[in-house]
């Protein structure tokens, strides 16, 4: 009996299958392919675990930027992660009167912060004394973290003086 159901459910599939390609419509696809010229230049910020890097397209002069924004990864997460808002920051530059933002990313080498609550309090500490480096360069510094790197830019923002922090999918309720 359930060979014979698996029969007639994939015979039904086949069928629908073969029929929609003729009674669907076509719908133009209005997005615009995005493109990416990453590169990462290493910014001076001496320590013995972590680094700095600030994000910039490859062929692209923005505008003098006033303002930076710090990207702060995840548990075992990349300074590589910040391509696309590093990317999207880059192309709002100037458009319609967005101000421009020069981008940074912190590099904790993939270490698990989730499940050391000393390593998310080190991490912490190292975004608070990249935002003061990035504070005595551009007026404004808004943390964006991602996951525990939301947590590292929240208790960051607690010591150092940041204008905003966006924290994506972060678990501030409670360490996971």
């Known amino acids: 009996?359930?060979?014979?159901?698996?029969?007639?459910?994939?015979a039904a599939l086949a069928a629908l299958a073969l029929l929609v390609p003729y009674g669907a419509e076509t719908v133009p696809n209005?997005?615009?392919?995005?493109?990416?010229?990453?590169?990462?230049?290493?910014?001076?910020?001496e320590d013995p675990r972590y680094r700095v890097y600030e994000y910039?397209?490859?062929?692209?002069d923005g505008p003098i930027a006033d303002a930076a924004v710090l990207f702060v990864p995840g548990n075992g997460g990349d300074y590589k992660q910040v391509r696309s808002l590093g990317h999207v920051v880059s192309d709002l530059a100037g458009r319609d009167g967005a101000a421009a933002a020069?981008?940074?990313a912190l590099d904790f080498r993939g270490e698990l912060s989730a499940f050391d609550g000393r390593v998310a309090t080190r991490q912490a500490a190292f975004a608070a004394r990249a935002v003061a480096a990035l504070r005595e360069s551009h007026g404004a510094v808004v943390l964006v973290g991602h996951s525990m790197g939301g947590v590292a830019a929240v208790l960051a923002s607690r010591s150092a003086a940041v204008d905003a922090v966006v924290?994506?999918?972060a678990p501030l309720a409670a360490h996971p």
């Not at 209005?30 to 910020?45: D, F, N, S």
């Not at 910039?56 to 692209?60: A, D």
């Open 1 to 10: 009996m359930t060979v014979a159901r698996i029969a007639a459910a994939s």
């Open 167 to 169: 924290a994506l999918a």
């Open 102 to 104: 020069d981008v940074y």
């Open 30 to 45: 209005g997005c615009a392919m995005t493109r990416m010229y990453p590169a990462y230049e290493r910014v001076r910020l």
């Open 56 to 60: 910039l397209e490859r062929g692209v």
